[in-house]
């Protein structure tokens, strides 16, 4: 009799624990967006909140299902992507926090280090306004270069004000840039171009974005979710000590939390 009562009440306990956990579906890109995610799910589950995740390889479906409630957050974009796309698409969507960055570093093969890099010396940039305007604020930011006023996200070198070292850019496709590092003084590698180069994303650059800069992606829900509950246990999950230990120790630097 008391083993049937006991039966009886842990099925009711697993029952009310069941109907307790919330589910939310999130989108990512594949690869470390997707990987990271994989690892919020079980801190989340710990707090009652099941996570069904959804990858899109397309950028701009994770935005599109948000805006009409198809699924619940997306974690895949930055700040001045999704500023874009809500300025050209009037999507209702809004960061709720933080999570990782990229960071673009600046490589030499001829230089140790960015004090050793001459007067005149030639630096390939990207040549696509998201990527090279990216990084020009890269160098302003370490006081390389400074560009004039309200040029926002997407400078160009005819933005350059001040440019002590009358350093000359040279414009490339992003995939190009490790490919001239034999033929320029230093060269803007995106985190992606340059580990396929066989570059070290954390040893090797001389100059190296911060990981709370502009580029950090986020976590985006949608403005009418924004305070819900389960929005705080998301965020909550991914900037936990479990996951912040599992991006550095997956991806050794090349992705680095925010938090």
Known sequence: MLN?????????????????AETIRVAVT???????????????????????ILEFSDYVVPNQALDAGEIEANSF??????DNQKAD??????????TVNFPLGVYSRKWKS??????????????????????LLLLQDKG?????????FKPTVIDIVENPKKLRFVELEAAQTPRALDDVDAAAINTNYAV??????VKDPILK???????????????????????????DSYRSPEVKAFVLDTFKGSVLPSW
């Open 4 to 20: 049937r009562s006991f039966l009886v009440a842990l099925s009711l306990a697993v029952l009310v624990g069941t109907a307790s």
């Open 30 to 52: 594949p690869g470390p967006h997707a990987q990271i995610l994989e690892a919020v799910k079980p801190v989340a589950a710990a707090k009652g909140l099941d996570i069904e």
């Open 114 to 135: 960015w004090d050793e890099v001459p007067e005149g010396a030639s630096i390939a940039i990207q040549n696509d306004p998201t990527n090279g305007g990216r990084s």
């Open 144 to 152: 390389v270069i400074r560009l004039k006023d309200g040029v926002g």
């Open 77 to 82: 974009q930055n700040q001045p992507y999704l």
């Open 209 to 235: 974005e911060d990981a709370k800069g502009p580029y950090v992606n986020l976590i985006a829900v949608r403005a009418v979710d924004k305070d819900k509950p389960w929005v705080k246990t998301l965020v």
């Open 196 to 201: 396929s180069a066989g570059l070290d994303p």
């Open 89 to 98: 698409r009037g999507y209702r969507i809004e960061p709720v926090a933080p």
